[in-house]
Nanobody, 116 residues
Framework: QVQLVESGGGLVQAGGSLRLSCAAS????????MGWFRRPPGKEREMVTS???????DYADIVKGRFTISRDNAKNTVYLQMNNLKPDDTAVYYC??????????WGQGTQVTVSS
């Protein structure tokens, strides 16, 4: 059974930092694209960032320069370093992995709350 388990969420003041982790099991993702999505309160889910298995990254404009995705294929884990957090970053953050080109695998999510 494939599982993605996020950790590292919490409550932080504006301007602070958090590092999210996503540990995968049941399947190797070393040849998959991994990404982070988020669902702000009352809004649709949106893509935050992704990293292909070759290391190519993509970021939503609203997080460029503040968030960094990384991965450790040996640990089957992907990370999201979030700096200079803003109240608008408050959301449930989800880790996801692809099966060929489809976002087929999802974690349960971790809550990030940024206070002003």
């Amino acid at each position: 059974q494939v599982q993605l388990v996020e950790s590292g969420g919490g409550l932080v003041q504006a301007g602070g930092s958090l590092r999210l982790s996503c540990a995968a099991s049941g399947r190797t993702f070393s040849r998959s694209t991994m990404g982070w999505f988020r669902r702000p309160p009352g809004k649709e889910r949106e893509m935050v960032t992704s990293m292909s298995w070759t290391g190519t990254t993509d970021y939503a404009d609203i997080v460029k320069g503040r968030f960094t995705i990384s991965r450790d294929n040996a640990k089957n884990t992907v990370y999201l370093q979030m700096n200079n957090l803003k109240p608008d970053d408050t959301a449930v953050y989800y880790c996801a992995g692809t099966d060929i080109t489809t976002w087929a695998y999802w974690g349960q999510g971790t809550q990030v709350t940024v206070s002003s």
